[in-house]
């Protein structure tokens, strides 16, 4: 094997390894803005469940942007500003999506525990996924 292949070879397999370690890092950081104690709030949030995405084929990234909507609002409302400004951060990351989805505000409503556990499980469900189709709701962020 020439030099310039093994070269390639281990440039790619870093590469490789490194864009799921940026994937994981993304879904850990939506993670750590997902509320653990809800403190009695009395928060409705719009909760697309894991059914409702699996049928709409192509609108999982559409979703995710959903959740983080919503999110943004809860922390707004909720004064947590560190957790509004990630958030923020997050939506920001995400690509332009496709309107063809059922828009956010058609999703079943609700509270914000019921919402909470919704988006842990989806989020379970995107760290099986290959790295690639993960990637693709995101931009790629400067390393």
Sequence with gaps: MSSEVWNSFVILSYLSALLARVDASLLLEIKTVIPSKYHDSDAMLYTPSLDIIAK???????FMQCYLLELKVYHAEQG????LRSTKK?????????TTCTQCEAQPIANISTFSTSLREIIQRWESLPTNQVDSCFKLRDL
């Excluded at 709409?56 to 559409?62: D, I, N, P």
């Excluded at 997050?90 to 496709?98: A, F, N, Y």
């Design 80 to 83: 947590k500003h560190e957790d």
């Design 90 to 98: 997050l939506l920001e990351m995400i690509k332009d999506i496709s």
């Design 56 to 62: 709409e084929k192509g609108c999982e990234c559409f």
